[in-house]
Nanobody
Framework: QVQLVESGGGLVQAGGSLRLSCAVSGSIFSIYAMGWYRQAPGKQREVVATITTAGITNYTVSGQGRFTISRDYAKNTVYLQMNSLKPEDTAVYYC???????????WGRGTQVTVSS
């Protein structure tokens, strides 16, 4: 059973930074492209960043220029460095395989990010 455990969220003022982590267990982490997603209250879950097995990154408009996704194969962990945070970044953040994958792993609990103005 694959388990995704997100951490690193919290309350931060606008303009601040956070580094999120997602530990992946129970699967061969190294063969999958990964993504970070977020879901704000009353909204659908959206992807903000993806990273391939070769380390190629891609960002949606939401994360472009402010977020950096990375991965550590030794630790089976994917990270999301978020800078210049805005109140509209407030959401629960999740990781999983990238969009378009044949199937997703069971979603973790996510980590809450709250940005105050």
């Amino acid at each position: 059973q694959v388990q995704l455990v997100e951490s690193g969220g919290g309350l931060v003022q606008a303009g601040g930074s956070l580094r999120l982590s997602c530990a992946v267990s129970g699967s061969i982490f190294s063969i999958y492209a990964m993504g970070w997603y977020r879901q704000a209250p009353g909204k659908q879950r959206e992807v903000v960043a993806t990273i391939t097995t070769a380390g190629i990154t891609n960002y949606t408009v939401s994360g472009q220029g402010r977020f950096t996704i990375s991965r550590d194969y030794a630790k089976n962990t994917v990270y999301l460095q978020m800078n210049s945070l805005k109140p509209e970044d407030t959401a629960v953040y999740y990781c999983n395989k990238r969009p378009g994958s044949t199937y997703y792993w069971p979603w973790g609990r996510g980590t809450q990010v709250t940005v105050s103005s």
